[in-house]
């Protein structure tokens, strides 16, 4: 059952990222993301990572992808069907993540440590147990992520907002 | 008829290559700098797959993976935003988001 359910959502994730990459509408580029971060989210849940999936869906697909779809609406010029073309060195693009698939795929396929199948699960209640961790072990960069979100919410203001030069 | 279907972890890892060198091309080869930033963030999604992944098959009783995956989710919330806004303030000196045209630091 789960193992439909996964292929299901693993190959709707990796259709729609190819739709995404060669899309020549930036629009639909757009909403091909966002059906790749729901197709993500649910593998998160065969994860058993049920919280991670709902900040996936809440961060990505729901501000994510919008903020995306907002800044192709304020900077779209010409015609919408070639908004996304490729550029002249495509090939070259496509020859190094090619060769790259190459490389993990036959480093995954052979190491046997990971040739794995799930084990129980241990852990009663994943969002206790991440803010417990977030809160003990990994407060520094917790806290450092907070100061992060601050200065780039600050940051994009000013750059979007720009500065005045008459004053 | 015994076929082994169960989806392990190198099952897990390989969608999370394909996505990787999916985003990667995408970032090779768009033109549209917009389209370069959600190549980005197809990137940080199969990294993200792979923490989650990696936590529930070699570490089943804690989430490590997890806070991993969840500070990734804010650095990545954080670079679409400057990412963006970068993009909107270009476009408004320069009238295009085309990366070809982005070469007045060169000389």
Not at chain 1, 53 to 78: D, E, K
Request: proline share 1%; aromatic share 12%.
């Amino acid at each position: 059952m789960s193992t439909v359910v996964f292929f299901i959502f693993a190959i709707l994730a990796v259709a729609s990222a190819w739709g995404v990459v060669t899309s020549k509408n930036i629009v639909h580029s757009a909403f091909f993301l966002a059906l790749t971060f729901v197709g993500v989210a649910a593998l998160y849940v065969l994860l058993n990572a049920d919280f991670i999936a709902a900040v996936q869906i809440l961060v990505y697909t729901g501000a994510v992808s919008i903020m995306v779809v907002f800044a192709v609406m304020l900077t779209l010029r010409g015609d919408v069907r070639e908004s996304s073309e490729e550029n002249r060195k495509w090939g070259w693009g496509l020859f190094t993540a090619g060769l790259l698939f190459v490389v993990i795929a036959l480093v995954i396929l052979t190491n046997t440590d990971w040739r794995i199948l799930a084990g129980p699960w241990t852990v009663q209640n994943t969002a206790a147990s991440l803010s417990r961790l977030l809160l003990t072990s990994y407060m520094i960069p917790f806290e450092a992520s907070a100061i992060l979100l601050t200065i780039a919410l600050i940051g994009a203001v000013i750059l979007a907002k720009g500065v005045k030069e008459d004053k | 008829m015994n076929f082994n279907l169960s989806v392990g972890l190198s099952t897990y890892l390989l969608v999370g290559a394909m996505l990787f060198c999916l985003g990667l091309y995408g970032v090779f080869a768009k033109k549209n700098i917009v389209a370069v930033l959600m190549s980005i963030e197809l990137m940080l999604n199969a990294v993200n797959l792979n923490f989650v992944a990696f936590n529930r098959f070699l570490a089943v009783s804690s989430v490590v993976g997890q806070v991993a995956a969840l500070f990734v989710i804010v650095l990545a919330a954080a670079e679409v935003a400057v990412g963006l806004a970068l993009v909107i303030a270009i476009y408004r000196t320069r009238h295009t988001t085309n990366t070809d045209e982005f070469n007045w630091l060169k000389w």
